[in-house]
T-cell receptor, first 112, second 117 residues
Framework: GNSVTQMEGPVTLSEEAFLTINCTYT??????LFWYVQYPGEGLQLLLK?????DKGSNKGFEATYRKETTSFHLEKGSVQVSDSAVYFC???????????FGTGTRLKVLA | DARVTQTPRHKVTEMGQEVTMRCQPI?????VFWYRQTMMQGLELLAY????????DSGMPKDRFSAEMPDATLATLKIQPSEPRDSAVYFC???????????????FGPGTRLTVL
């Protein structure tokens, strides 16, 4: 079946450090891939997405590239800020099912 | 700025009581999801609807949970009777399906924080 595996948290970084949060997936066919972010006390919101192999999604300085050969969609940011502290969820949407498969979430804490 | 709204935002109740949570999806969205989030289990999909028809409710405990969409502007999640283990944050999300039979983006509401004593 379809599944998403993302790295365990929490991840603690100093401001301006480089961020990588790993995400790998298992799916039949060609799923769309997403990163969602959840700030404290709020619902999830879309950060970026990619719908086909080799696509790069980007938003607010975050990037992720859809790698079909390694079934990965790792999230990166070159210089994190305190305001990036949140929980990040990797997700996939398999064609024809309408629902998403979410990873377990990775908590990021950025220290000033 | 279109948003998903959920009521109530907070609910404290006693074990055995009925709880009803409401969600107003974004106007025009045809797919609605209910999730539950806890520290231990993370984010769990309880049920979802497309064009008001239930597609999958296998994530819900059938004996006590029920989900409905009486019309396109209202989705409800009911727990009867409630138990302490139901304490969680319940999120509603809505979206539009695409030509690939997928939801392009899910828009989440702010959640209902439920505490069952």
């Amino acid at each position: 079946g379809n599944s998403v595996t993302q790295m365990e948290g929490p991840v603690t970084l100093s401001e301006e450090a480089f961020l990588t949060i790993n995400c790998t997936y298992t799916a039949t066919g060609y799923p769309s891939l997403f990163w969602y972010v959840q700030y404290p006390g709020e619902g999830l919101q879309l950060l970026l997405k990619a719908t086909k192999a080799d696509d790069k999604g980007s938003n607010k300085g975050f990037e992720a590239t859809y790698r079909k050969e390694t079934t990965s969609f790792h999230l990166e940011k070159g210089s994190v800020q305190v305001s990036d502290s949140a929980v990040y969820f990797c997700a996939l949407s398999a064609s024809g099912t309408y629902k998403y498969i979410f990873g377990t979430g990775t908590r990021l804490k950025v220290l000033a | 700025d279109a948003r998903v709204t959920q009521t109530p935002r907070h609910k404290v109740t006693e074990m055995g009581q009925e709880v009803t949570m409401r969600c107003q999806p974004i106007l025009g969205h045809n797919t609605v999801f209910w999730y539950r989030q806890t520290m231990m289990q993370g984010l769990e999909l309880l049920a979802y609807f497309r064009n008001r028809a239930p597609l999958d409710d296998s994530g819900m405990p059938k004996d006590r949970f029920s989900a409905e969409m009486p019309d396109a502007t209202l989705a409800t999640l009911k727990i009867q009777p409630s138990e302490p283990r139901d304490s969680a944050v319940y999120f509603c999300a809505s979206g539009m399906t695409s030509g690939r039979a997928e939801v392009d983006e899910q828009f989440f509401g702010p959640g209902t924080r439920l505490t069952v004593l």
